[in-house]
């Protein structure tokens, strides 16, 4: 989908009509890609410095020397469309973020998950917009009419899921992973429905009808995204596993895999769906059926293969966003009024920061009223780690900002540059700023030594995955059957289901994957037996 | 180089200006590239068929549907440009085909294959270029001159190295895949330096001196060419070797290697050297240096992935030769004359067979005069192999085509629109019939039951690689020792190196690989010990 958000973007004019200036361009490129990854590598046991940031930081130090060769005509390499960023970057990133999604920790905090980036992710939006349209009268900017205020809060309220990705690591901090990381995927589909009502409906003056139209809207695409993705990856299952028995072929199923994740992706594009969702979902569904049904080599090689072509994607992106950050067109305008500019740049920022804040705490308490036990509730140490983690904006803002702010390829309006100048800033800022104290923030709040309600919510972690075993990924058949006889007494009844809503689903689910689905797509325990499989080694 | 071959060429004009246009052919497209892989894996067993004509097929019937539901006007799905070809798509099929090469049989071939790949090239660049020039004046196609019949004469003497790969089988054929794939590769750099002569010198009045700075060239070529990619490749297995001591990470390893061959390729490109031939000696110092410094989950990760991504890129090319065989542009022209387009395709078909054929006995002649054994000697059977398997022309000749006869993106001279017709008229023929009898003529000619100099040859093989044992890849230290001490005496004077050359270069750069390269740069038995890597399981 956010293709169509991006479809009357500019087209910056590809230098590739020259014949050099691409090679040598591509050339340089792939050299800083590799030299981020030395770098990063030898950063790693550092504690401020990720791979974004020092991708950023190298990215801002070539723009500046390109700055400085080329007399200050340019900092670019080459000029990167976004629709190239929606189309070939963003997919392996999310896909496999969905590939190694611990789903259980997913499914497990859904409604919270839904409940963020639905209601949240409308909050942060009226406040940007209301926030920003009474401030920036203040600054006596006053070319932006009610529909760039509205756009404004849509762009500032997509959190940036490739930032999440970096600074929270899924193995330490399990649940806040997958809160954080999970807003950010239905994030992206709130803020289609947000941008594709701003283009359709006059929201200055809304009704009822009109927000019962949007509330549709938005269960519609998020209900066909995911089925599409679903479906996708259960084709994907369903092919390899029949038609693929009796001879394995690696590189076959492997390219399969590829490009049936993608083929998900692209659909959903084509259908005006979020293509972000579709491929998130198609990834869950293709590592909990389809990679069971490949040989052993080629689980190795999908998961490493696309764990890599999302790193790199991932490097790439903040490369390229530090060398845009200086580009000379952009700054020219605001150079007249620096004031403005810097004005709109922190309110932009205080903005998203009381945004977010106005959805994480009230949120996170009525999802704490859902929760039983002490232990499964969200600390307040916790919420703030939510706030903070999500604060980044990244490639995504950059888009929208682009697609709504331009509309020739140049900024050449004033008011437009600001808007444009002032997104770099916030994007640069919350990248750098705010992803570098992430970590510190994360081991000061939530110290491994265990203190108070982080030993107990962790402990929490093991004792419920123990007790629940959804074995949606990782645990097997065994533990399955030896919890469900021990320790789960069978809800038999409907005051069950909503005592323990989540446990209930999971245990029909389970009930139902093991009936009907494994044996029909395959999955753990429930491959054929391929005789002489060339198996690795 | 093939970049600056084609620095001129025709930009079709994308349609991606439109918004949904890319959207839905992409969908299609890669639809279509799942459809290919399917088909191509239920047709694996019939003796006609190969993964390229499939995709041959399904191109040219999907190009067929376009063009009914366009109402003629187009049978693309999208238009695709050859610099993107160089860039994006020939880099990982002659990656992988170095990467995954039998180096033994390859480097015991070299002079062979040199032989093939510079001097038979230059046969048949002048068979074609003198023989369109005697005959196109029968046909009363008047409107060329000399530098396009030296043209033609370097487009059809382009053999297709992915084509060879297709239709011969590395394990089936060793001896045939070397010779055939390994000339193509050389082939390239030796049609590199026709190119730039042509546009360069004026050949038709051809002296010594002239000769003499061609010869020049093309060795300066394929010397730097061949260092760049050695080079590179040695400065990765040196990084990871060294960096990466103490912990490893599969993603930034795998990341690394992919990204550093890439590097190989595009700085090729951008000193004007033979970018394949550089990303072919990439691949094979990484697969003996680099490959073995790495965990195992990376090694299996990068051989199914570089696969892969080689398989891919082959499907997508010979799909899209389907589609783009029917562009309905190409022929407006050549329904004026039907007759000298036909006249003109058999013309250089036949030539390319003669052409060939013009080379590859009486150096198979030359080359068996140099092999001692009976055994070692290139069969006559096996020559008709190689003469046949070599014949196909592919996106290389179609980008050279291109790149001489058009130059605004529409082939709108009757002239060149006869030519480039002619040019997609012998690459379907040749790819199609070609390709479609080779397995069969391998299956006549030196079937498996291994009768008469097939059983010798590959025997001689075997005993062969016992008694050489060049562990450049496969064989590991202990035969090598085992070997070296039974069987080969050492060669202690000049008079060994004169009737045994290539062992005895063979025996000193294994002595010189494990007293200096793999200490330094890794390889097998030469992986320092690493405590704790996350191995695979």
Same mark, same amino acid.
């Given at each position: 989908m956010g293709l169509s958000l991006v479809s009357t973007v500019v087209r910056w004019g590809l230098k590739s009509g020259t014949d050099a200036a691409p090679v040598d361009s591509i050339t340089l490129f792939v050299a800083l890609l590799c030299a981020c990854i030395l770098i990063g590598h030898l950063l790693e046991k550092n504690r401020w410095m990720n791979e974004s940031i020092t991708a950023l930081f190298i990215g801002l130090c070539t723009g500046f020397i390109i700055l400085l060769t080329t007399k200050g005509r340019s900092s670019h390499l080459f000029l990167f469309n976004e629709e190239l960023f929606f189309i070939y970057v963003l997919p392996p990133i999310i896909f496999n973020a969905g590939f190694q999604v611990k789903k259980k920790q997913f499914f497990r905090n859904f409604m919270t998950i839904i409940l963020f980036g639905a209601v949240g992710t409308l909050i942060s939006f009226i406040i940007i917009s209301l926030g920003s349209m009474q401030l920036f009268k203040k600054l006596n900017i006053d070319f932006l009419d009610t529909m760039d205020y509205l756009a404004l809060g849509a762009i500032f309220s997509a959190t940036d899921s490739v930032c999440t990705l970096q600074v929270l690591n899924q193995e330490e901090t399990p649940l806040l992973y997958s809160l954080v990381f999970g807003e950010g995927v239905v994030n992206d589909a709130t803020s289609v429905v947000l941008f594709n009502a701003i283009q359709r409906f006059d929201l200055s003056h809304i009704t009822s009808s009109i927000a019962m139209q949007l509330f549709g809207s938005f269960v519609y695409l998020f209900a066909t995204s995911t089925l599409l993705g679903v479906a996708v990856g259960l084709v994907s299952a369903y092919i390899i596993k029949k038609l693929y028995f009796g001879r394995h072929s690696t590189d076959r199923e492997v390219a399969l895999m590829i490009l049936m994740a993608y083929l998900s992706y692209i659909m959903s594009e084509l259908f005006n769906l979020s293509a972000i969702l579709t491929v998130?979902?198609?990834?869950? *569904? @293709? +590592?909990?059926? %389809?990679?069971?049904?490949? %040989?052993? +080599?080629?689980? *190795? %090689?999908?998961?490493?293969?696309?764990?890599? #072509?999302?790193?790199?994607?991932?490097?790439?992106?903040? &490369?390229? *966003? $530090? @060398? /845009? !950050?200086? /580009?000379?067109?952009?700054?020219?305008?605001? =150079?007249k009024s620096p004031g403005k500019s810097v004005g709109a740049s922190s309110i932009l920022l205080g903005l998203v920061l009381v945004g977010r804040a106005a959805f994480i705490f009230p949120?996170?308490?009525? =999802?704490?009223? %859902?929760?039983?036990?002490?232990s499964d509730k969200i600390g307040l140490k916790q919420q703030v780690v939510i706030w903070w983690a999500g604060l980044m904006r990244g490639a995504v803002s950059m888009a929208l900002a682009y697609n709504q702010f331009t509309n020739s390829g140049h900024t050449q309006l004033p008011g437009n540059a600001i808007m444009i100048t002032s997104t770099i800033s916030v994007v640069l800022f919350s990248t750098v700023v705010f992803g570098l104290a992430t970590k510190n923030l994360i081991r000061v709040l939530l110290p491994k030594t265990h203190s108070s309600n982080a030993v107990i919510s962790? &402990? !929490? /972690? &093991? *004792?419920? =995955?123990?007790?629940? !075993?959804?074995? &949606? #990924? $990782?645990?097997g058949k065994d533990r399955e059957s030896e919890v469900g006889g021990d320790k789960i007494p069978r809800p038999t009844s409907l005051r069950m289901l909503l005592s323990t809503p989540t446990r209930t689903v999971h245990y029909y689910w389970r009930k139902f994957d093991d009936a009907i689905m494994r044996p029909v797509f395959g999955g753990r325990g429930f491959t054929p037996y391929i005789p002489g499989s060339p198996d690795l080694r």
């Open positions: 998130f979902f198609c990834g869950i *569904v @293709m +590592s909990h059926y %389809t990679w069971h049904n490949v %040989t052993e +080599s080629s689980r *190795v %090689t999908t998961k490493h293969a696309f764990a890599t #072509l999302s790193f790199i994607a991932e490097i790439f992106i903040f &490369l390229y *966003v $530090g @060398m /845009d !950050a200086l /580009d000379i067109e952009k700054w020219k305008f605001v =150079s949120l996170s308490f009525i =999802s704490n009223l %859902t929760r039983k036990s002490q962790e &402990l !929490a /972690d &093991l *004792v419920d =995955s123990k007790s629940l !075993a959804l074995p &949606l #990924l $990782g645990d």
